[in-house]
């Protein structure tokens, strides 16, 4: 989390003050200027987005899920936050992208009859488990109860990724999770050898096409961008070095 662009940004300022007390006044105004020039390099849209995007786009989205031979047996949706309120409905007691992938997921299952819902995702901090939130929500939106499997243990993508390997076994699976989640969460399958078919949504990133004036004006959503695909980055490196 401190490599994150604010985190870091603020430890240089910290480091920053530190070289001023020690009398290094040119060094502090350096560092200063490096943290000022960071987060204002990760808040721009072609920063964000260049490299959002080719995580995003790794894996083609499942347009129909007809055409694959043989059939899938399941459709999986991968965690996300469940915060539930008794003043909210379910699709609001989910985070949005969270709401993204059980619609995917529920387009995907209803072109495979016979297929079943596994949603997954266990408690993160004070929350409930989110697989718990997705099956209410997925009955709510007209899935039978019958065709749902509930994984409410696994509290990260590994642990999601092994619980269903340990369900499913050699079954295949549409595994539905956001677009910038899906070369994380194909690289566990690989390891755990889990016959999967990405199903990506929720891209937050389109064709790059020209840039405007706007593009170069600083963002929230931008550096947001930025935040997603350093996360995924640093997790793939993660996997890659065998740390998780």
């Known amino acids: 989390a401190l490599l994150m662009p604010l985190p870091f940004a603020a430890l240089l300022v910290v480091a920053a003050i ?5 009398g290094r006044g040119r060094l ?3 560092v200063l200027i490096a943290a000022g020039a960071l987060v204002f390099a ?5 920063v964000g987005n260049g490299l959002l995007r080719p995580i ?6 499942t347009l129909d899920a007809t055409t694959i031979v043989p059939a899938p047996e399941y459709v999986v949706v991968l965690g996300g936050t469940f915060a539930p309120s008794v003043e909210l409905p379910v699709t609001a007691a989910l985070e949005p992208d969270a709401v993204v992938r059980l619609a995917e997921g529920i387009r995907l299952l ?21 697989a718990r939130g997705y099956a209410r929500a997925a009955i ?3 899935v039978p109860a019958s065709s749902i499997i509930i994984l409410d243990e696994p509290r990260d993508t590994g642990a999601e990724i092994n619980a269903i390997h340990s369900l ?6 549409l595994l539905v999770t956001s677009a910038v989640h899906v070369p994380r969460a194909m690289a566990h399958c690989t390891r755990t050898r889990l016959h999967a078919i990405a199903a990506p949504t929720g891209n937050r990133t389109r064709s790059p096409g020209s840039w405007t004036l706007n593009a170069w004006v600083p963002s929230g959503s931008s550096l947001r961008n930025t935040e997603l695909a350093m996360h995924e980055y640093f997790g793939l490196l993660a996997l890659s070095l065998g740390v998780t």
Request: glycine share 10%; aromatic share 6%; no cysteine.
């Open 18 to 22: 530190v070289a001023w007390r020690l």
């Open 110 to 130: 209803r072109q495979l009859p016979g297929a079943r819902l596994i949603v997954s995702g266990g408690a993160v901090n004070d929350n409930p488990p989110s």
């Open 140 to 142: 709510a939106l007209g």
């Open 168 to 173: 499913i076994g050699d079954a295949t699976v």
């Open 42 to 46: 990760a808040s721009l849209r072609p």
């Open 56 to 61: 995003e786009y790794s894996y083609h989205a």
């Open 28 to 30: 502090a105004r350096v």
